[in-house]
């Protein structure tokens, strides 16, 4: 069964964030790409990853004749590989494991999903990206592995009813929704300019028209006298005591603010909606659980990373990458 609470995860599996700079480098040799606490990633392993994200994503894999791009690539991938091999580690360490059932399981739950629920399909479509059985496996592995390793961080988590209500009252503003009204505007700089858009716009003329035509409101031609959701005392008081007891497609008389005359029209209303802390008791629980889940799961990360020893060989460490948003004057 997948965890309760689950964030979000990246497209690739493994854990998130950048490897600390105090990792060492330049140590290794030969073949090797990365060391993760004496466990060796090949740089064949780094080539046949790149080559596996190829096949699925063709022309957007950079090529070795692309210089600092395939670099910063080739780098980002060792960097993906050595997050993969510490969640390995951690998922021995604790006992995780993933049958051949499972596996395809998932294959049968993605077929589901896209393939009308034909498996065969599915991996022939996998195989005509030139991907083996072996490397699909190895991917759906992967998932797999990491989900029941999130699953083992927040197995425990339990949101009481009392942490619940009071992040309920921390977070009332979120659930107490006041009504709010949808409203455009023209505002010109004479009484006469506003009482002509009055009249015109009670005729029938289209507001937004007028408004592009009257307004010398200086965003008039990018939001069209729009002021969005309107609250009870968020605009000028004139304005706001007229607003509050229109009725949607009135068109008002000319206001007076400061130096300038206003024209309102009322274009939807939204009523109030102000939910009980029962009506969002258990998506508060799943919301709360989820940011517990999050702080443990980074929690987690930053020892794994702290406890472990990583290497990287020079040309392969994700800490020199090129900056490519940079120029040469």
Not at 95 to 105: M, N, R, Y
Not at 171 to 197: G, K, L, W
Not at 279 to 307: C, H, L, M, P
Request: glycine residues 6%.
């Amino acid at each position: 069964m997948r965890a309760k609470f689950i964030v979000a995860l990246l497209v690739t599996v493994g854990f998130g964030g950048a490897i600390p700079s105090l990792l060492g480098c330049g140590g290794l040799e030969g073949n090797a790409a990365a060391s993760v606490n004496g466990t060796v990633i090949s740089k064949d392993n780094v080539a046949s990853r790149i080559e596996e994200l190829r096949k699925v994503y063709g022309a957007m894999i950079p090529t070795a004749d692309q210089g600092d791009v395939f670099d910063n690539f080739r780098k980002e991938t060792t960097d993906q590989l050595v997050r993969e091999e510490l969640e390995l580690q951690q998922t021995k360490a604790k006992k995780i494991s993933v049958s051949d059932a499972e596996i395809q399981t998932r294959f049968q739950d993605m077929a589901d999903e896209s393939f009308l629920g034909d498996v065969s399909r599915l991996k022939q479509d996998y195989a005509a990206k030139g991907l083996t059985e072996e490397e699909m496996n190895g991917d759906v592995r992967r998932a797999i592995l990491h989900e029941k390793l999130m699953e083992s961080i927040g197995k425990d988590i339990q949101v009481t009813d009392q942490e619940a209500e009071d992040y309920y009252d921390r977070n009332r503003s979120q659930y107490d929704q006041p009504e709010r009204r949808q409203v455009r505007q023209i505002f010109t700089a004479s009484q006469s300019a506003a009482m002509a858009a009055t009249r015109r716009a009670r005729a029938g003329e289209s507001f937004v028209t007028l408004v592009d035509e009257l307004s010398v409101d200086p965003q008039a031609s990018e939001k069209k006298g729009a002021l969005g959701l309107v609250t009870k005392g968020q605009l000028a008081p004139a304005l706001d005591q007229v607003l509050w007891s229109m009725q949607i497609g009135e068109v008002t008389d000319p206001i007076k603010v400061g130096e300038q005359w206003y024209v309102l029209t009322l274009e939807n209303t939204l009523p109030a909606n102000l939910r009980t802390f029962d009506q969002v008791r258990n998506e508060i629980k799943t919301i709360y659980g989820n940011q517990i889940f999050s702080e443990r799961w980074r929690a987690f990360v930053q020892e794994t990373y702290d406890n472990a020893s990583i290497e990287y060989s020079p040309d392969y460490d994700p800490g020199t990458k090129v900056d490519l948003n940079t120029t040469s004057p």
